[in-house]
């Protein structure tokens, strides 16, 4: 089946800096990935649609600014955490549709926020 | 906006059958869909439904989609202690492809 990876699977940064996460779809082509967010204990929310070659779709309450994401290829698009703080500390999950078989989930990055 | 909830604990013992409840709000979601996630892990998609179907089956799992209720149901037979997990619904939005996805119910199996 489509295989989805993030990386990284966890990263641990200082606050104030920037963080990025990769999320790619290894064996097939996906125009629309979507970023979720999940806090410990609690379910994931949609923070984002990330379209290829044009600008992200923010859901309500995401500050675009601060979660910067970039879809530069069919197989690859990036979130950044900018001026992270320990507030930003969470699972980050992504998931990329194919066209033809439906939407897959990467394995999920943790960040922490020390 | 949609509202998708699930018991938050089940408790059951190896060999029993589990059943773990969803109900939703927004009517026009055209798949449903069950997940398991294990402490640390990703997402794994377990099975799903269609909007117009009321029941599938495959293998251990049994989906039941009763509509008019909008309630979700995801039966589990000879539940191992391999099952025990957090199982979360999802409906998508009809044209949209974004997942809504319920609270999450955390399985745990009694040996």
């Known amino acids: 089946g489509a295989v989805v990876s993030q990386h990284p699977s966890r990263v641990i940064c200082k606050s104030g800096t920037s963080v990025k996460i990769e999320c790619r779809s290894l064996?097939?082509?996906?125009?629309?990935m979507f970023w979720y967010r999940q806090f410990p204990k609690q379910s994931l929310m949609l923070m984002a649609t990330?379209?290829?070659?044009?600008?992200?779709?923010?859901e309500q309450g995401v500050e675009k600014d601060k979660f910067l994401i970039n879809h530069a290829s069919l197989t690859l698009s990036t979130l950044t955490v900018t001026s992270a703080h320990p507030e930003d500390s969470s699972f980050y999950i992504c998931?990329?549709?194919?066209?033809?078989?439906?939407?897959?989930f990467g394995p999920g990055t943790r960040l922490t926020v020390t | 906006g949609e509202d998708v909830e699930q018991s938050l604990f089940l408790s059951v013992r190896e060999g029993d059958s589990s059943v773990i409840n969803c109900t939703y709000t927004d009517s026009s979601s055209t798949y449903l869909y069950w997940y398991k996630q294990e402490p640390g892990a990703g997402l794994q998609l377990l099975t799903y439904?269609?909007?117009?179907?009321d029941m599938k089956q495959d293998q251990r799992l049994t989906v039941l989609l009763n509509k008019k209720d909008k309630h979700l149901s995801l039966r589990i037979a000879d539940t191992q202690t391999g099952d025990s997990a957090i199982y979360f619904c999802?409906?998508?939005?009809?044209?949209?492809?974004?997942?809504?996805f319920g609270t999450g119910t955390r399985l745990k199996v009694l040996a």
């Open positions: 998931s990329a549709r194919d066209k033809a078989s439906g939407q897959y």
């Open positions: 990330s379209n290829e070659g044009s600008k992200a779709t923010y």
């Open positions: 064996d097939f082509q996906a125009t629309t």
């Open positions: 439904i269609f909007s117009n179907m």
């Open positions: 999802a409906g998508v939005t009809s044209g949209t492809y974004k997942y809504i």
